[in-house]
């Protein structure tokens, strides 16, 4: 388990933001009340991040920044001072933020902050800008917030670095740029990227605010003017990969099967037929499976709806776990799924369902009263030719009920 180091004389203080941060997150806390205590947790543990005050008893003056800085430790300054120079010469230091330790409202921005600093890990930013100290100075901030950075020169390199990683979340794109300058970039992107997809924030010096404008018409998500705050910089950073993680949650709900994780049905037609598409002139085959559990009505009056839900869930885990990732698992209603092997000829596609039906068969759920219960599936299967996705939908329905009528816990294969 990853560890956080508290480093605060205020016992009570250090207890509290302990208790908080324990009960909240996922880590274990150590707490310092001196740097000399500090400095010996530090020699023995690596840390996520330190919260550190500034005064402290063998430190009066801040000298605990300092020593932090020098070891590379991602630090969170607490202090209950209000002057602004002080604040402004602290976050000229490489540390991730400067909060107040007045109330629960700052205890609740820390917490919020070290969840934040957490889903960075997640994220990959490209930095775009033609200034070799701006593009340190914001690769610097970027790591300082645990964020994953590739930096280049200019848009030509940003476009194929886009290629490389396509799991770049958020770009940072300067104006004025030698080979493709930052519009540019910005409207070659949105040609591939749209905006749920990929943030784009430009920071720049210019003072045009009709460029400005054009930027964001072109599909810039946000703009940050430079010379910039490390603060306004962090800020804007974060929201822009919290708000990308907000439409990335609405959109994977809206996909999926609520019960199972699975992808819904009208997210299958929707991806199928872009499947369709690609391999269109193709001689690529795929299998279609219709999957549905036996006796669930059975199951159900004996055992209760928690019971199906149990089968439902198993038999869901069951498809993920025997197909390939590139392979499309779908609930399409109650106990019935459809499942698609990409590329795949009649002889492969029948030993993977039939592993499949044997794991259905030796997998057991339990009741509420601990009972176990044992269920099969009835598969039928159709390798795509010549017909629509419908049609072979179809015609592996019929074979499905095939399997049913001559005796269940089979395959039939076309």
């Known amino acids: 388990m990853k560890k956080i180091l508290i480093i605060e004389d205020n016992k009570t203080l250090a207890k509290l933001i302990s208790k908080k941060i324990s009960s909240g997150l996922d880590f274990e806390v150590d707490i310092a009340y001196k740097l000399s205590e500090a400095k010996l947790f530090l020699k023995m ?35 209950s001072s209000a002057n602004k120079d002080f604040r402004k010469q602290m976050m000229k230091k490489n540390i991730i933020d400067y909060v107040n330790k007045g109330g629960a409202n700052d ?17 990959k930013v490209l930095v775009v800008d033609d200034s070799m100290i701006f593009r340190k100075q914001m690769t610097d901030m970027l790591k300082n917030l645990f964020i994953k950075v590739f930096a280049v020169a200019h848009g030509e390199e940003a476009l194929n670095m886009l ?7 958020l770009v940072l794109t300067d104006y004025n740029m030698p080979v493709m300058d930052g519009m ?14 990929l943030s784009v924030l430009v920071v720049s010096s210019n003072n045009d605010d009709e460029i400005n404008a054009m930027f964001l018409k072109n599909g810039a998500n946000d703009y940050i003017k430079k010379p910039f705050s490390k603060e306004e910089f962090s800020c804007r950073v974060n929201n822009a990969l919290e708000a990308k993680e907000n439409i990335d949650a609405i959109t994977n709900h809206a996909k999926r099967d609520l019960l199972t994780g699975l992808y819904n049905r009208q997210y299958f037609f929707k991806e199928m ?3 369709f598409e690609q391999i269109n002139q193709t001689t690529e085959q795929f299998a279609v499976a219709m999957i549905d559990i036996d006796n ?9 709806d928690e019971a199906v839900d149990r089968s439902i869930i198993t038999l869901s885990e069951i498809l993920l776990s025997t197909t390939n990732y590139k392979d499309f698992v779908s609930r ?20 993977i369902f039939e592993r499949i039906r044997e794991e259905i068969e030796n997998s057991v759920i339990f009741s509420d009263k601990g009972e176990s219960i044992k269920f099969t599936a009835s598969i039928g299967v159709v390798i795509h030719k010549d017909d629509t996705l419908e049609e072979s939908i179809n ?20």
Do not use: W
């Not at 070290?114 to 960075?120: A, D, F, M, T, V």
């Not at 970039?185 to 997809?197: A, C």
């Open 45 to 79: 543990f690596n840390y996520f991040i330190v919260l550190t005050d500034l005064n402290l008893p063998d430190a009066p003056n801040g000298e605990v920044v300092d020593y932090l800085m020098k070891k590379n430790a991602h630090t969170i300054v607490l202090t």
């Open 107 to 123: 205890i609740s921005y820390i917490i919020n902050t070290i969840k934040r600093l957490q889903k960075n890990q997640n994220h």
């Open 163 to 169: 290629q490389t990683h396509p799991d770049i979340s």
């Open 184 to 197: 540019e970039l910005t409207i070659e992107i949105r040609k591939n990227h749209p905006k749920n997809d």
């Open 273 to 275: 037929n872009n499947y």
């Open 296 to 304: 669930i009505k059975n199951i159900n009056d004996t055992y209760g």
């Open 332 to 351: 399409f209603n109650n106990e019935e799924f459809c499942v698609v092997l990409k590329n795949i000829n009649r002889t492969s596609a029948h030993d």
């Open 395 to 414: 015609q592996a329905d019929m074979l499905l009920h095939k399997a049913k009528q001559n005796g269940k816990n089979q395959i039939i294969i076309k």
